[in-house]
């Protein structure tokens, strides 16, 4: 399982194609994100329009995602979200902590 | 549209060219329809018979739409019911319908009209029959499945039971998700911290590659048969349209959370108790037990 991923200038985009639930879709964002990360890129937004689940295990990815660009004055952002995803965002006040990133 | 199996029919309705009509087009459906023709013979035929709908004509000289359906209703409350008649009866047939009849067309008959109308209502009718039939069997229901970690270790194990649920329309999708959630954050909880004993604190803990120690103990100790094989007992029950579901796991315990007020405190809470937070989020009632390794969590659906 592989998640795509782009840059465009000084972002760069990863589009998680799957659910985040389970070791193997969190091992594919952790690979999707080192990917971005080795470029030098310190702004990644994540897009999670495909995903329709999202458990604890999945969210403690998209954080270590944000605490290694924390670490080093990066920004983790997400394209708008919707549905399910948006409501545990909500519930767990992440919306407070990942900026949403409103570009194409 | 197609209604598999087959609907069973009764049409009430005098002799006469619209019966003709009636029955051809019953026929070019495919539907199984009986007869009947005057009061009595209908009556007979709806206590002794098994209908999914009745179609009703209150335009019988000797039939009284509503004394029938009074009848009828006498020996079988749930029967589906639609009323057909003429414009000039139309306000006996609003009757009809707040006594609860299913529907009411007028005539000129549609037939377009009437074979929707028995699709929809028929499809709604099984439908809910099948909600039904899932629900008498949920009550007082109780399963358990028993695994180890080592079963369970890697995936995101979903209960069958709320499948079944959504598939039936008992759930929508919106709580299926929930409450599969909270199952899930409920069971890695007992399958992480209980049984393999891992510690949130290893989660900050990186080796070369970036991996945190958390995942790489837990991949060492799912290999460790001392933890991999310790049994975790879950079990579901449904009662007055709440469904339990708990989960007992084989750790050593921990100074369970009274309530989410316990550990919603400030930042640190996003990268430790996210799962105790979701289930408290999304379920009706959360209980610990047994020195905190057992979990019951309670979400009311009906």
């Known amino acids: ?104 | 549209m197609v209604l598999n199996p087959s609907p069973n029919l009764l049409l009430i309705h005098d002799s006469g060219s619209l019966q003709k009509d009636y029955k051809e087009f019953f026929s070019n459906n495919g539907w199984n329809f009986d007869v009947a023709s005057d009061f009595n013979s209908a009556l007979d035929a709806a206590k002794n018979n098994s209908y999914e709908i009745i179609i009703s004509d209150f335009d019988l000289p000797e039939l009284s739409g509503q004394a029938f359906m009074d009848a009828v209703r006498c020996s079988k409350p749930n029967q589906a019911i639609m009323v057909v008649s003429s414009a000039a009866k139309a306000e006996e047939a609003v009757q009809a319908l707040r006594s609860g009849a299913v529907d009411f067309l007028q005539k000129p008959i549609d037939y377009r009209f009437l074979q929707e109308t028995i699709v929809r209502v028929v499809s709604c009718l099984r439908a809910e029959e099948a909600q039904y039939k899932i629900l008498k069997c949920l009550t007082n229901y109780s399963a358990i499945y028993s695994c180890s970690a080592k079963d369970i270790g890697n995936i995101a194990f979903a209960l069958p039971l709320l499948n079944e649920m959504h598939a039936a329309g008992i759930i929508d999708l919106n709580l299926k998700l929930k409450i599969t959630l909270a199952f899930q954050e409920a069971l890695a909880n007992s399958l992480e911290h209980g049984n393999l004993e891992l510690q949130s604190a290893w989660k900050d803990e990186f080796d070369v590659n970036g991996v945190d120690k958390f995942s790489n103990m837990k991949a060492e100790r799912l290999l460790d048969t001392s933890y991999s094989e310790r049994p975790i007992s879950i079990s579901c029950s449904y009662s007055e349209g709440n469904l339990s579901i708990s989960i007992k796991d084989s750790g050593k315990g921990f100074d369970a959370p009274r309530g989410p007020l316990d550990f919603i405190n400030d930042g640190s809470l996003l990268f430790y108790g996210r799962g105790l937070r979701i289930i408290f989020g999304t379920m009706d009632r959360v209980c610990y037990e047994d020195n905190g390794t057992k979990i019951t969590v309670t979400k009311k659906i009906k």
């Open chain 1, 1 to 104: 399982m592989d998640f795509e991923t782009s840059s465009t200038g000084e972002k760069g985009f990863i589009t998680v194609g799957e659910d985040l639930d389970s070791e193997q879709s969190g091992e594919a964002l952790r690979k999707a994100f080192n990917k971005v990360y080795d470029l030098g890129l310190r702004t990644i937004v994540l897009d999670l329009n495909g995903v329709e689940i999202i458990n604890s295990y999945g969210i403690g990815k998209v954080l270590m995602c944000y605490k290694r660009l924390k670490a080093d004055n990066g920004v983790l952002m997400v394209k708008p979200l919707k549905g399910f995803v948006k409501e545990t965002f909500e519930l767990l006040m992440l919306d407070k902590l990942l900026p949403i990133y409103d570009g194409e």
